[in-house]
């Protein structure tokens, strides 16, 4: 695989340039405030690991679509795929008809999924759609309702998914929601302040309980649950685990799915995350670097239990695009030839050695209390002292968020309580661009971490903006010229 493109980051103008101003301000017009946006850049192309704005800046990209670009931006042989495609057919929907990108993508996913026993796929357009066609599916061949999730959990937006969605934040103004949701505690151990042993066995005595307490075992479904929490603050599934909730699906009937949206596709090391366990789910999501960047989901599961709903009683119009499908064959081409499993566990290995010295560094208000994850999934969370363990503020988060990006590396938080920033390289970045992005970029070297005490704070008072001002009075009021100047979200 071949990249054309600057060999690392290059900065021309101050972030975000005029030509971005402008964008952004045409943004906030044309689209609805509830449409956050993580970072003032405005984007023109990208190619690999870098990001070129519509000002000539180029940026390091170390949030790869969240999670979508595990291959990098615009593979080449993903484009060729997808144009080569887009000469002979561009829809035609499952519905309708039958299409070889459709068939032969289901085939290699059946082959792959770590499933005991002949498998079969759904293809949808999104992550959140592929968990609904999950539950659907689940709730079909049990004949029961309830589904159990865990705190932390992030699932989508659409009205199913965000019940069963834990974080609040995404949550307000939106319900009533889907009922026969029941939470449960996830192992958080860094947070509960325990070892990993001690965090399962008391989050295990609480699944117990919720079963005598919360839910009724025998409506019981479904449990989900993401390998490596996601949204939640890349917070891997202790094996242990695990195997406990493989162990009750199996003695009481329900099934288990493996939300690997945003785990899946060689981001952890392994091409789904669950597979390091070894615990085999019934039932699989797939999304993000599947299609590395276009809009595809997979749920795959064990035949009978996919088998399940009535004829008619899956699918969508837009499910398995033939330019989706085309695209994700090549991904998992790619993924295999240049065995990028192994390069995420080497790239993993390279930014925690760089990050974890900060463990032990003091770094004034906020801290460095945990660097986690698995593979190239990382996250740093961050503290105001490491003996409380207290959330650094949001804020502050976004101040480190926003200097990083002034050097030109793009990040993004996460975290329940908005305290974390999510490492998501793509897996075919440079060594050069890696050491670029991790060693004088912000994120990570001393006086990234120090230089938020001194970082532009946001000027909105209730940060209405989702901090993607970061301090700049004149985007402020790009963004914000129709408020009322005397109003308490005036620039």
């Known amino acids: 695989m ?3 493109a600057p060999p690392s980051i290059r900065l021309i103008t101050e972030i975000p ?3 971005s101003r402008e964008l952004l301000a045409r943004r906030a017009d044309a689209t609805p405030t509830g449409l956050a946006k993580a970072t003032p850049v405005g984007v023109a192309s990208a190619a690999g690991a870098l990001v070129t704005d519509v000002d000539g800046n180029v940026l390091l990209d170390f949030v790869s679509g969240i999670g979508t670009l595990a291959v990098g931006h615009c593979p080449p042989e993903v484009v060729a795929a997808i144009q080569a495609q887009a000469g002979a057919l561009i829809h035609m929907s499952a519905l309708v008809g039958t299409y070889e990108p459709y068939v032969a993508l289901c085939e290699r996913l059946n082959a792959l ?10 293809l949808a357009n999104s992550g959140a759609e592929g968990v609904e066609n999950a539950i659907k599916v689940a709730r079909a061949a049990t004949g029961r309702p309830a589904v159990i999730v865990f705190e932390g959990a992030y699932h989508g937006r659409t009205l199913l998914t965000l019940s069963l969605t834990s974080r609040t934040y995404f949550k307000k103004k939106f319900g009533p929601f889907a009922p026969e949701i029941y939470r449960a505690p996830f192992p958080y151990a860094y947070r509960m302040g325990v070892g990993e042993d001690a965090a399962v066995e008391q989050c295990w005595t ?10 009724d075992p025998d409506t019981v479904a479904a449990v989900l649950i993401e390998p490596v929490q996601g949204e939640g603050g890349f917070i891997p599934v202790p094996a242990e685990f695990l195997r406990r909730l493989r162990a009750f699906c199996d003695h009481n009937g329900s099934l288990l799915i493996a939300d690997e949206v945003q785990s899946g596709f060689g981001r952890t090391g392994t091409l789904f995350a669950i597979e390091q366990s070894g615990v085999k789910p019934d039932l699989l999501v797939s999304a993000k670097s599947l299609a590395a960047g276009m809009p595809l989901a997979a749920t795959t599961g064990r035949a009978a239990v996919m088998d399940a709903p009535h004829v008619g009683g899956v699918g969508g119009t837009y499910g398995g695009n033939p330019l989706a499908c085309v695209a994700a064959l090549e991904v998992i081409r790619l993924i295999e030839r240049e065995n990028l499993t192994a390069r995420a566990n080497d790239l993993g290995a390279r930014i925690r050695a760089h990050l974890e010295p900060l463990l032990h560094e003091d770094h004034g208000s906020v801290l460095v209390g945990d660097v986690r994850g698995q593979g190239a999934m990382i996250a740093i969370e961050l503290v105001q002292d490491r003996e409380s363990r207290a959330p650094a503020r949001a ?3 976004l101040e480190i968020v926003g200097a990083a990006l002034q050097r030109g590396l793009i990040v993004m938080r996460a975290g329940l309580y908005a305290n974390c920033i999510r490492l998501l390289v793509p897996l075919i970045v440079g060594d050069e661009q890696l050491e670029r992005g991790d060693g004088d970029s912000g994120v990570g070297d001393s006086p990234g971490v120090r230089s938020i005490q001194h970082a532009p704070r946001c000027r909105l008072k209730l940060h209405v903006c989702g901090g993607g001002c970061f301090g700049n009075t ?7 010229k129709h408020y009322d100047p005397d109003s308490q979200h005036a620039p």
């Open 113 to 122: 999924a770590p499933i005991d026993g002949p498998a079969k796929t759904l």
């Open 474 to 480: 004149e985007t402020c009021t790009a963004i914000f």
């Open 17 to 19: 340039g005029p030509r």
């Open 395 to 397: 804020d502050a988060t």
């Open 2 to 4: 071949t990249i054309t």
């Open 206 to 215: 609480a699944f117990e309980r919720m079963l005598v307490a919360g839910v």
